[in-house]
């Protein structure tokens, strides 16, 4: 099992920047995808961006030039700083971890952008 533990999660105004954190425990095996996914009101979970163990992202497009996802694979930690925030990108952040047969989720950390 895998366990993820997300912070940074924020009431910011438009156009300012928060950064979020989620580091993994347990079970890590060393070729596995991090990544963020947000479900915003009434929303499904969409993919924000996701990262491979070697570095490989991918960003949905409407977050790219905007967001930065980053990690570090000694400490088992993912990162996402978000830069010129808008009011749509109010949501709950969940982290995820994918390996093998593995596919665990934290518990999600609120992110608000007021205009």
């Known amino acids: 099992q895998v366990q993820l533990a997300e912070s940074g999660g924020d009431s910011v105004r438009s156009g300012e920047s928060l950064r979020l954190s989620c580091a993994a425990s347990?079970?890590?095996?060393?070729?596995?995808?991090m990544g963020w996914y947000r479900q915003g009101p009434g929303k499904q979970r969409d993919m924000v961006a996701i990262i491979t163990s070697s570095g490989s992202t991918n960003y949905a497009d409407s977050v790219q030039g905007r967001f930065t996802i980053s990690r570090d694979n000694a400490e088992n930690t993912v990162y996402l700083q978000m830069n010129s925030l808008k009011p749509e990108d109010t949501a709950v952040y969940y982290c995820?971890?994918?390996?093998?047969?593995?596919?665990?989720w934290g518990q999600g950390t609120q992110v608000t952008v007021s205009s």
């Open positions: 347990g079970s890590i095996f060393s070729g596995n995808t």
């Open positions: 995820n971890y994918r390996a093998r047969f593995v596919n665990s």
